[in-house]
Every structure is written in structure tokens, then in C-alpha cells.
């Protein structure tokens, strides 16, 4: 079991440039989220997802887009990048809903210049 | 949206040190997680309190929910080098199906 993985790494972005964040978990998990962590901080809540084809905004969700075409994979996408989303950004899964336990990746630590 | 405060933001104590942490709120909490995440991770949960006035333990550590589930604290005895990281108190929601997570607490347990 590989649990929740997450890439790239890490990422350097110019303003205006577009990516993709990739989030997947192996668990068949129907609850997804997408967290952003700025240092020294607590996390908050981007974009989540309690099944395919079901997304929802989180505390955070302007300039950032999610869609959930599998069970499996949670995408996060940046249209436009901006210095102030530099962060650290996790993933995380869990059964069913908010409630149970989540399980979080690696992180994905974007740089926008 | 529920404002989760923690206190102290930073704490740095010696080895062998007893230590609390607190978590409150703007209202009441339908339940209470508390996670660690150590640097260059993910948070990984520790435990759940569900009910007001509620004491779990693990290990070194005890968990308090508030009787009016408003607040919560985590205690730590006799830290350990391997307590080091930032403590996070989260809401898991209940009907919102929203996880927000509280300000968090540093903490570096010095040798």
C-alpha cells in the first residue's frame, strides 16, 4: 500500500504560470482534500471531495481548482499562479467523510517568483 | 467559520519538562481531533475526543476535552527530543464534512 502520494516534490513557478498538482491514494478512499500549509501555520482547507464527480470549497478555494474523475485521484490545479500561493500543499484521504481519519501525503512545496 | 486559537504559538522546554497546550474555540465543537506533524510531513492523528468533559491517554500524552466543548488541552509528561513538532487541534466538522485545523503549537523538546 503506497496510502496517499503526491507530485512533484517540489515546484518553482513564474507568476501567470499554469500546473497541476497530482494527488493519489490506493486505499479507496471516497473523501479527498486539499490542504495548504504557510510557515510556522496550521493548515487550511482548499478544495475537498466525498466521492467521484463531487467537489466542494474549502476555507481557501480562489485560484485554485479541483475535479475528481476517480475514485483514486484528486487533482489540484493553479490557473493563474500567484507569489502569495507559495505554500507547502498537502493531500489527504479518509473512508468517508471529515469526521474519520485522515491520512495526509508527502506535501508538494510550490515556490511562485 | 469556526476560529480554532492555540496557545502557545512556540514553546521550547528541556527534556524531562512537563508541558500543556490548549486548543479553544468560537463555539462549540461536535468533536475534537489533535494531530503532530513532524518537518517535512504530513499531520498524523493522535487522537479524537468526542465527549464533553472526556480524558484520553497515550502514552505520555493526555488529551482533555472541555465539559462545554468548547476547548480542549494536550499534556505532555516528561517530554522527550521526539515530542518535537507542531501540534494541531482540528474540527472535523460533523455536518459541514469540513476539517479545519487550529493555529497550531511549536514545540522543540531540547537534549
Known amino acids: 500500500n503506497a496510502g496517499v502520494t503526491q507530485t512533484p516534490k517540489f515546484q518553482v513557478l513564474k507568476t501567470g504560470q499554469s500546473m497541476t498538482l497530482q494527488c493519489a491514494q490506493d486505499?479507496?478512499?471516497?473523501?479527498m482534500s486539499w490542504y495548504r500549509q504557510d510557515p510556522g501555520m496550521g493548515l487550511r482547507l482548499i478544495h475537498y471531495?466525498?466521492?467521484?464527480?463531487?467537489?466542494d470549497q474549502g476555507e481557501v478555494p480562489n485560484g485554485y481548482n479541483v475535479s475528481r474523475s476517480t475514485t483514486e485521484d484528486f487533482p489540484l490545479r493553479l490557473l493563474s499562479a500567484a507569489p502569495s500561493q507559495t505554500s507547502v500543499y498537502f493531500c489527504?484521504?479518509?473512508?468517508?467523510?471529515?469526521?474519520?481519519?485522515?491520512?495526509f501525503g508527502p506535501g508538494t512545496r510550490l515556490t511562485v517568483l | 467559520t469556526q476560529l480554532l486559537e492555540q496557545s502557545p504559538q512556540f514553546l521550547s522546554i528541556q527534556e524531562g519538562e512537563n508541558l500543556t497546550v490548549y486548543c479553544n474555540s468560537s463555539?462549540?465543537?461536535?468533536?475534537l481531533q489533535w494531530y503532530r506533524q513532524e518537518p517535512g510531513e504530513g499531520p498524523v492523528l493522535l487522537v479524537t475526543?468526542?465527549?464533553?468533559?472526556e480524558v484520553k491517554k497515550l502514552k505520555r500524552l493526555t488529551f482533555q476535552f472541555g465539559d462545554a466543548r468548547k476547548d480542549s488541552s494536550l499534556h505532555i509528561t516528561a517530554a522527550q527530543p521526539g515530542d518535537t513538532g507542531l501540534y494541531l487541534c482540528?474540527?472535523?466538522?460533523?455536518?459541514?464534512?469540513?476539517?479545519?485545523f487550529g493555529t497550531g503549537t511549536l514545540l522543540a523538546v531540547q537534549p
Open positions: 471531495s466525498v466521492g467521484a464527480g463531487i467537489t
Open positions: 489527504a484521504s479518509s473512508e468517508a467523510s471529515s469526521t474519520d481519519t485522515q491520512y
Open positions: 482540528a474540527d472535523p466538522g460533523g455536518a459541514t464534512n469540513k476539517l479545519i
Open positions: 475526543v468526542v465527549t464533553g468533559g
Open positions: 486505499m479507496n478512499h471516497e473523501y
Open positions: 463555539s462549540v465543537f461536535s468533536s
